[in-house]
């Protein structure tokens, strides 16, 4: 079992940028394909950008074009860039580790997810 710690998060105005970073620790992480998903106050949980263990990324509609998601198998860890940031990005933002190399779409159920970490409160003022 892997263990997920998120770090980076803050807070910032419209337009800021802010970059996340997920560290793995104790379990598999680079034959494993990894995401960002957040979530809002009284929101579901939504997806927001995947990359797999080789190639391939894929971004939500709501961040494609402002955020970079990336990592580093050296480090074993995963990154968010966040740029142009809007109040609606404000959430909770959680990596997770697929069970798998890739993903199966391009919008991933969480149920594809097997580790979690414990978040980063991310809050974008007006």
């Known amino acids: 079992q892997v263990t997920l710690i998120e770090s980076g998060g803050g807070v910032v105005q419209a337009g800021d940028s802010l970059k996340l970073a997920c560290t793995a620790s104790?379990?598999?992480?680079?034959?494993?394909?990894m995401a960002w998903f957040r979530q809002a106050p009284g929101k579901e949980r939504e997806f927001v950008a995947a990359i797999n263990a080789i190639n391939g990324i894929t971004y939500s509609d709501a961040v494609s074009g402002r955020f970079v998601i990336s990592r580093d198998n050296a480090k074993k860890t995963l990154y968010l860039q966040m740029n142009s940031l809007k109040p609606t990005d404000t959430a909770v933002y959680y990596c997770?580790?697929?069970?798998?190399?890739?993903?199966?779409?391009?919008?991933?159920?969480?149920?594809?997810?097997?580790?979690w970490g414990q978040g980063t409160q991310v809050t974008v003022s007006s």
């Open positions: 104790g379990g598999p992480f680079n034959n494993r394909a």
């Open positions: 997770a580790r697929n069970v798998r190399g890739y993903i199966s779409t391009f919008s991933p159920p969480i149920q594809e997810f097997d580790s």
